[in-house]
């Protein structure tokens, strides 16, 4: 199980990040199409400051914040989301 979540109140680097993320899921599953996934983007400030977080966009991959106040590029995400479903 993959959860990916973008962190940010709704600005155009925020969408751009959410471009990006599922670009990447969307590699990832085409790679494994079993694979079960979720992406959702947090707008709620008070949601989002319950992660340790000082600016947005932020992306979180299984409730760990892999990167804050930048937008990485797809291959950066899909590495991230690699990492994570190998526990590493």
């Not at 959860?3 to 990447?24: I, Q, W």
């Not at 709620?44 to 000082?54: A, D, G, T």
């Amino acid at each position: 199980m993959l959860s990916v979540k973008v962190l940010g109140p709704g600005c155009a680097k925020c969408y751009s990040l959410e471009r990006s993320a599922r670009a990447a899921l969307e590699q990832l599953l085409s790679e494994k199409p079993d694979l079960e996934a979720t992406l959702i983007h947090v707008e709620n400030l008070e949601e989002i400051s319950r992660y340790p977080v000082l600016f947005t966009p932020a992306l979180v991959v299984n409730e760990e914040v892999v990167c804050a106040g930048r937008i990485p590029k797809k291959d950066e995400i899909l590495q991230w989301y690699r990492k994570a479903l190998n526990g590493n």
